[in-house]
């Protein structure tokens, strides 16, 4: 199995809304990345989970709050977002963020269209 | 501060074609060169990863080649499809001492096969 799943695949949310995005993986990959993509724009890096800690956060807004529970397993919670957060967010797993090379491939899921009124 | 830049931002071909993607980049320290493909609103699919010693890389008709003493790649499609149309992302990766691997992106090339 190299699938990484999302769900949902379309989420709408006002801006006092909370919400969850989730992503699943069982090619027992340790390095687990949330990533950000605008129209036309090529991702970018919101956070990266390392056997299940937190390694990186690129200085992203509070308002995403993410979560590893574990191997598997990763949510993006979502509470009071901006219009401007609207945008298609891709989760993406590897074998293990530390390491390079061909066998540290990113594998990314289908995406979440997120759209913030 | 590390860079790719991909050339053309967007190309329209006719279905049968050939064409050549263009990748530079200044990346450091280089771990490889990757180039996705993604279509509108999904993920990016991983076409083809070289590392520093890998000349050329081929996967079905997709063709990619890495100079790495000129920091330049490119992704050659041959015998274009409908089903070609997508961006392609060029994607390089560095591995800082005791970090965590750190990808750059490419902001990608449109690519339009028309029949």
């Known amino acids: 199995d190299t699938e990484v799943t999302q769900t949902p695949k379309h989420l709408v949310m006002g801006m006092t809304n909370k919400k969850s995005l989730k992503c699943e993986q069982h090619m027992g990959h340790r390095a687990m990345y949330w990533y950000k993509q605008k129209a036309k724009k090529p991702p970018e890096l919101m956070f990266v989970?390392?056997?299940?800690?937190?390694?990186i956060n690129e200085s992203v807004p509070s308002r995403f709050s993410p979560e590893c529970p574990n191997s598997s397993l990763l949510n993006l919670h979502l509470h009071a977002l901006q219009p401007e957060d609207s945008a298609l967010y891709l989760c993406a797993s590897s074998q293990d963020s530390r390491a390079g090379g061909p066998q540290n491939e990113q594998f990314f899921g289908p995406g979440t269209r997120l759209t913030v009124l | 501060k590390n860079q790719v830049e991909q050339s053309p931002q967007s190309l329209i071909i006719l279905e049968g074609k050939n064409c050549t993607l263009q990748?530079?980049?200044?990346?450091?320290?280089?771990?490889?060169l990757r180039w996705y493909k993604q279509d509108t609103g999904r993920g990016p699919v991983s076409l083809t990863i070289?590392?520093?010693?890998?000349n050329t890389k081929s996967n079905g008709r997709y063709t990619a080649t890495l100079d790495a003493d000129t920091k330049q790649s490119s992704l050659h499609i041959t015998a274009s499809q409908l089903s070609d149309s997508a961006s392609y992302i060029c994607?390089?990766?560095?591995?800082?001492?005791?970090?965590?691997?750190?990808?750059?992106f490419g902001t990608g090339t449109r690519l339009t096969i028309i029949p």
């Open positions: 989970y390392s056997y299940e800690k937190l390694s």
């Open positions: 994607v390089v990766s560095a591995i800082p001492n005791f970090g965590n691997e750190k990808l750059t």
């Open positions: 070289m590392t520093f010693s890998e």
């Open positions: 990748c530079n980049y200044t990346v450091s320290p280089f771990s490889n």
